[in-house]
């Protein structure tokens, strides 16, 4: 039988808290709810759930901080929930490593579909990573090559020193483990799979959410800014330089693609 889905509920706000408990429970979670940053992390910690919900104005530790913390041992998706219009939060939630955020008021459907969108994606299953990263780091040497063509049974992608395979969620550059997130991971594989092909910001928002093509779905200049954020991110965890990229070259105007072999 296949194992519930857990989400953990970060919010002081009880009658939001209770709003998005009925949420997350409707859409097939069992859910934990914390009202202080503190006890989010510890019921992360205990649950290891697949979504978190944060709230950003906490009255213990701010929100930004809960997403630091939770980034270093996990990799849930983590959806901001603020009342805050301000782009400046958004992004330092985003830059600290926050996939998604949502306004409140918000409206339950549209939380409903972010998070549908998150679980279509594949999550990282640790305990049958560990069995075979030390097999995909002893093969990527011979798997280099000149473009990013993936190996159809494998599904490895080799670019300048950087390897990423898509079958056990890791990345590697010039043989060192790389920390991303969920997020982060799949806007790199889709940039991976593009090769020179540009990828627009509205393209990769579909990507994240999900959707194969073009459903007609609004998609916001915040929308498009996230992706540029996540880019960052991606940028310096790389240490990759925009001015002269190895890996993430970027199209003025349009969005992103892969920069030339070397």
């Known amino acids: 039988m296949e194992t ?36 989010g992390v510890e019921a992360v910690r205990r649950h290891n759930p697949a979504v978190v919900t944060l709230d ?13 913390q939770l980034r270093l041992f996990s990799d849930a998706y983590i959806v901001m929930l603020t009342a805050r219009a301000e782009e ?16 409140k008021p918000f409206r339950p459907r ?13 999550r990282k299953d640790d305990s049958a990573a560990a069995a075979r990263e030390p097999a995909a780091a002893a093969d990527a040497p011979s798997r280099a090559a000149e473009t990013p063509v993936p190996d159809a049974a494998e599904g490895v992608f080799n670019h300048n020193g ?12 010039s043989g060192r483990d790389v920390e991303l997130t969920r997020t982060e991971f799949d806007l790199l594989h889709a940039l991976l799979e593009s090769g020179r092909r540009v990828r627009s910001k509205t393209d990769l928002v579909r990507r994240l959410r ?3 093509y073009d459903t007609g779905s609004y998609i916001s200049d915040s929308d498009e800014r996230t992706i540029e954020v996540h880019v960052g991110n991606l940028r310096r965890k790389l240490g990759d330089d925009s001015r002269s990229p190895n890996w993430l070259e970027t199209v ?3 969005g992103y693609r892969l920069a030339p072999a070397k």
């Open 88 to 103: 400046l939060d958004t992004l330092m939630g985003l830059e600290a490593g926050a996939d998604d955020y949502i306004t």
């Open 210 to 212: 999900g959707e194969e």
């Open 110 to 122: 549209e939380l409903r579909a972010r998070i549908s969108a998150m679980m279509r994606r594949p």
């Open 162 to 173: 950087l390897v990423l395979d898509a079958e056990t969620r890791t990345t590697q550059l």
């Open 4 to 39: 519930q889905r857990v989400a953990v509920i970060i919010e002081d706000d009880k009658d939001i808290r209770d709003l998005l408990h009925a949420v997350l429970q409707q859409s097939g979670f069992e859910v934990h709810a914390s009202p202080t940053g503190a006890d």
């Open 252 to 254: 003025r105007g349009v």
């Open 56 to 68: 950003l104005g906490l009255p213990d530790i701010d929100g930004f901080e809960v997403i630091r």
